[in-house]
């Protein structure tokens, strides 16, 4: 689901960086090229903002549904995103600094596996999906397959400084498979079932209204389905636009992968039996209710790699204390200069 652009009160968010930024970004022509800017400094490495942008941007996306009308909520939840995305590549590169000159030199296939992770979980599997979230924030494949090469990097760091020295038994491995199973799944496969009600911009009972004063109608429908003054389905009868509207809404059971990338990770996310909306699009707005929602199975932990994951998963939770209190030994005695 694209986000409406013609609401004034969701330009702010479009670009991500930070709410004046993106507010300046969407009344602005769209420049032929996003200023890459500095965004922190550690120890002479530099964090641009193009990274921080792209990794924010699935969280502002979901911000947005979630709050379409902005407001102090949706400020504070933004302003925590952007926070933990740069504490991440802070520390990522207090890690890289650190260790440097230590010839640490992975092969391109475990780059490319986790980039194709990343694809699976948070692009639905489409790999268009991740080129035109890099595109939107002015960063190149290259420069993000850096990035990703760079995360990998510290994970094998950390993992020869601390988790191997902690070996798992067989015990550990077992239990922190069953706690964690469904981590490792296609969850292009998960499904879902919801009933949905859906008002395309200019048409039905809305259709001689402006964009905000049919979103307000919407605001009203959803707090009439919540009061109980009219059933959901009723609703979608009366109001809905698409295929499953005269069947009251209802559609069937639909996988992650048949959903824009952003409705999905938003819907899968939903608790069932809650009303839910309005979102908004540049075509209209939806108003949903999850009705249940299925995971993939998971694979065996004798299938391929998985058994190795698991490991891993443990020695990391066991070594955690001992990194965070090295983090915070490198924190101290580093040069950091933030810029946003």
């Known amino acids: 689901m694209k986000i409406l652009r013609c609401f004034s009160y969701l330009m702010l968010a479009l670009l991500a960086a930070d709410a004046v930024q993106a507010a300046e970004n969407a009344r ?22 193009s990274e921080v942008r792209a990794r ?42 650190d260790c440097e000159g230590k010839g640490i030199h992975l092969p391109e296939s475990a780059i490319e596996e986790e980039i194709n992770r990343r694809i699976l979980n948070h692009f639905n599997g489409k790999r268009e999906e991740l080129l035109n979230n890099l595109r939107a924030n002015g960063m190149t494949y290259a420069e993000f397959k850096d990035s990703v090469r760079k995360e990998v990097t510290v994970g094998a760091m950390r993992s020869m400084r601390y988790d191997r020295d902690i070996p798992p038994t067989p015990d550990e491995i077992r239990a922190e498979y069953e706690a964690t199973k469904y981590d490792y799944r296609d969850m292009t496969k998960d499904t879902v079932q919801y009933e949905k009600i859906y008002i395309p ?26 009061a109980g003054e009219i059933s959901f389905s009723d609703a979608a009868i009366g109001n809905s636009r698409d295929e499953y509207a005269k069947s009251g809404g209802k559609w069937p059971f639909r996988k992650r992968a048949d959903h824009d990338v952003d409705f999905a990770n938003l819907v899968f996310s939903l608790p069932k ?14 108003i949903v209710r999850v009705l249940e929602t ?47």
């Open 201 to 226: 911009l200019g048409s039905g009972a809305f259709a001689h209204d402006t964009p905000e004063e049919q979103f307000r109608k919407a605001e009203e429908l959803v707090a009439a389905i919540k």
């Open 56 to 97: 924010l941007r699935p969280y502002v996306n979901e911000l947005v549904m979630l709050y379409p009308r902005q407001g102090g909520r949706f400020n504070g939840e933004l302003i925590k995103a952007k926070q933990a995305v740069l504490d991440e590549l802070i520390e990522r590169e207090l890690v890289l600094s």
């Open 294 to 340: 299925r995971r993939a199975t998971p694979p065996s932990l004798n299938s391929p790699g998985i058994k190795a994951r698991v490991e891993d998963s443990v020695c990391r939770k066991k070594s955690e204390e001992r990194y965070r209190e090295w983090i915070e030994r490198l924190r101290s005695k580093a040069v950091i200069r933030t810029y946003i």
């Open 28 to 49: 602005a022509p769209k420049p032929s090229r996003i200023v890459n800017r500095v965004a922190a400094v550690v120890n002479g490495r530099p964090i641009t903002s």
């Open 273 to 286: 039996n809650q009303v839910f909306g309005p979102l908004a699009s540049e075509y209209g707005f939806t």
